[in-house]
């Protein structure tokens, strides 16, 4: 099912995934003007692209290269990208079944890097923000206050995360991030931010008392399994659906990882 809500010249396509009848995982792409930001799962790629049409884009830019935001890429010429993603954008793999089950596997797309300024109507600045991924962009309208900030900040806990996040990385992402005049966030997942920078400061707090006590029990000698059924709790079942690849053991090990590098 796709919805479209108005904030502004913002137009936030919402297309939501159902399971059972019931809608599951919202997932976000946004029109401003003829810019389309993130493209939504291939499932749904032609009821999306007849929902776009009528804004004639003109240009795309994907905020990171995995599969629930880059579903209809093929269909537009190029899409702009930060380069660590081209690999995966022109050649998609999906890795977990019930990510394919549940987005379908995109087709190859044509990626070109982006610049870091974008004009259209309006004046956007890419900004690099790895964390959730390294080929992590979000894209800032400082006259608006707009920030489209696609998976670097969700409304549900940080707990489980994929085997590509760098917990560091995302830390100081967002703690940048709170430091520009941002009136309205735009995640790529569930409604806007309309308190921002709070929600910010907020994420990178929680993630930093998160390292204190990781370091803490790691320092006690405690493995990563020990430390996540401490903090986290057991696996719940997306872990074994995605084999691990999703899970909060991940995150335990981003943490650990950095602490024994350094």
Known sequence: MIKIASYDDVQQINLSISFLGKEVFPINSYVV????????PACMSEEFLKVVEPFNIETVVNTHAHSDHIGSNYAFPFVFAHPEGFERLKNPKIEMLIEKFLY????????????KIIKDDYTFNALYTPGHSQDH??????????AFTGDLLLWSPTREVSTDVKIYDAIESLRRLSNLKIEILFPG????FKKPNEALRKQVENLETFEIQIKELHERGWNSEKIRNEIFGKERLYAYLSKGKFSALNLVNSYIEKTEKD
């Open 33 to 40: 003007g003829d810019l389309l930001i993130d493209t939504g």
């Open 137 to 146: 962009i979000s894209l800032y309208e400082p006259d608006k206050g707009w």
């Open 189 to 192: 997942h569930g409604p806007p």
């Open 104 to 115: 379908g596997v995109p087709k190859p797309s044509n990626p070109k890097e982006i610049p």
